[in-house]
């Protein structure tokens, strides 16, 4: 992509012609070790800092989509979703921005193989899967980094979804955002697991797409957020090279916990936590004190990803008997 290509001028240069009836994907769902909070442009979802995930292996988001009649027609696990849904209204307005011409619609199947109610951004992996069904369906074969900014336009950690294992979302400075799109790093590191502990199925009450914007305009503390999130970065990158776990969990719970308390000084506040999620909190420190390395990360939500390695599985099972486990590079 060079850097003088005028915005998003491939997109309008796409194939409207379907190349197949249908087109299938998957895509993992995805956990920042290092987490997206804030965006420096709302409409294009361009992240105010870099991040950093984890994918998530065999779970995510499995799509078909065909062109239909004249409005689309999304069904999420089995069930068809009202047009003025939330979820359906974000759906279409991504359709939008390659629909042939208006009036025409797309049917769109989407299943989540997710634990529900497991915290797991859906839009991650939904959109990633949404734009490498769109990609199988129109035969654009469009490259690892112009799928990143294509799902980006749909949630911003969707762009970390279309590739697998570590990786990392560049935040880019262009204001056309065709430089903020994600990568996966060359390593591997078969050991790392991700402990899924649900604290709480119920939807969330603040979005987080509206969670970092009032905490990025109304939060004393957010101004210290991108000088956070850029050491983390760097601690992390480095974690993954040495194969350092300690590092590894230890910076990603802190960044967790850093984004946690910036929202905790948005007006009004954002609490995610329920006490339960406190009580596991401390579980985890118990652990680490008795001399398991085990560390956790939260998203915006009351449940925890535990990381660990394969090693210590068998007393992160006994300590939380709830826990689903994830090997992502196994
Ligand atoms: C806390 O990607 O859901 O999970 O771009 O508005 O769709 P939009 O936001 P979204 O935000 C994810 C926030 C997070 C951290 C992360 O995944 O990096």
Same mark, same amino acid.
């Given at each position: 992509?060079?850097?003088?290509?005028?915005?998003?001028?491939?997109?309008?240069?796409?194939?409207?012609?379907? $190349?197949?009836? $249908?087109?299938?994907?998957? &895509? %993992?769902?995805?956990?920042?070790?290092?987490?997206?909070?804030?965006?420096?442009?709302? &409409?294009?979802?361009? #992240?105010?800092?870099?991040?950093?995930?984890?994918?998530?292996?065999?779970?995510?988001?499995?799509?078909?989509?065909?062109?239909?009649?004249?409005?689309?027609?999304?069904?999420?696990?089995?069930?068809?979703? #009202?047009?003025?849904?939330?979820? %359906?209204?974000?759906?279409?307005?991504?359709? !939008?921005?390659?629909?042939?011409?208006?009036?025409?619609?797309? =049917?769109? !199947?989407?299943?989540?193989?997710? #634990?529900?109610?497991?915290?797991?951004?859906?839009?991650?992996?939904?959109?990633?899967?949404?734009?490498?069904?769109?990609?199988?369906?129109?035969?654009?074969?469009?490259?690892? =980094?112009?799928?990143?900014?294509?799902?980006r336009l749909g949630s911003g950690s969707a762009s970390r979804s279309i590739e697998a294992g570590f990786v990392e979302w560049h935040a880019g400075t262009r204001p056309d955002g065709l430089d903020s799109f994600a990568e996966a790093l060359p390593e591997q590191w078969p050991e790392l697991r991700i402990g899924l502990l649900t604290v709480s199925a119920q939807q969330k009450a603040v979005s987080s797409r509206e969670a970092m914007q009032?905490?990025?305009?109304?939060?004393?503390?957010?101004?210290?957020?991108?000088?956070?999130? *850029?050491? !983390?970065?760097?601690?992390?990158?480095?974690?993954?090279?040495? =194969?350092?776990?300690?590092?590894?969990? =230890?910076?990603?719970?802190?960044?967790?916990?850093?984004?946690?308390?910036?929202?905790?000084? &948005?007006?009004?506040? +954002?609490?995610?936590?329920?006490? *339960?999620?406190?009580?596991?909190?401390?579980?985890?420190?118990?652990?680490?004190?008795?001399?398991?390395?085990?560390?956790?990360?939260?998203?915006?939500?009351?449940?925890?990803?535990?990381?660990?390695? $394969?090693?210590?599985?068998?007393? +992160?099972?006994?300590?939380? #008997?709830?826990?689903?486990?994830?090997?992502?590079?196994?």
């Amino acid at each position: 992509l060079s850097t003088d290509e005028p915005a998003a001028a491939w997109l309008a240069g796409l194939a409207r012609e379907a $190349a197949r009836p $249908a087109g299938q994907a998957f &895509a %993992a769902a995805n956990i920042a070790l290092c987490k997206y909070w804030g965006k420096r442009d709302e &409409a294009l979802n361009l #992240p105010v800092t870099s991040s950093l995930s984890v994918s998530l292996g065999e779970l995510g988001t499995r799509t078909v989509v065909t062109v239909g009649e004249h409005a689309d027609a999304i069904r999420l696990n089995g069930e068809d979703v #009202p047009p003025e849904a939330g979820f %359906a209204r974000r759906a279409s307005r991504f359709l !939008d921005l390659v629909r042939p011409a208006a009036g025409i619609g797309y =049917r769109v !199947d989407t299943r989540n193989a997710l #634990p529900t109610g497991a915290g797991l951004a859906s839009s991650a992996s939904g959109f990633a899967a949404l734009a490498l069904a769109l990609d199988h369906l129109y035969g654009w074969e469009l490259d690892a =980094r112009r799928l990143s900014i294509l799902a980006r336009l749909g949630s911003g950690s969707a762009s970390r979804s279309i590739e697998a294992g570590f990786v990392e979302w560049h935040a880019g400075t262009r204001p056309d955002g065709l430089d903020s799109f994600a990568e996966a790093l060359p390593e591997q590191w078969p050991e790392l697991r991700i402990g899924l502990l649900t604290v709480s199925a119920q939807q969330k009450a603040v979005s987080s797409r509206e969670a970092m914007q009032r905490t990025r305009l109304t939060s004393a503390l957010y101004p210290a957020w991108p000088a956070k999130a *850029q050491a !983390d970065l760097e601690l992390l990158r480095r974690a993954i090279r040495a =194969r350092d776990f300690e590092l590894l969990g =230890r910076t990603a719970e802190s960044n967790a916990l850093a984004m946690h308390a910036t929202s905790l000084a &948005a007006q009004p506040p +954002v609490l995610y936590w329920l006490p *339960q999620t406190i009580v596991h909190m401390h579980d985890v420190w118990g652990l680490r004190e008795q001399g398991t390395p085990v560390h956790f990360t939260i998203d915006a939500g009351a449940n925890l990803k535990l990381l660990f390695l $394969a090693r210590d599985a068998g007393v +992160v099972a006994a300590r939380f #008997p709830g826990v689903r486990v994830v090997a992502p590079f196994a």
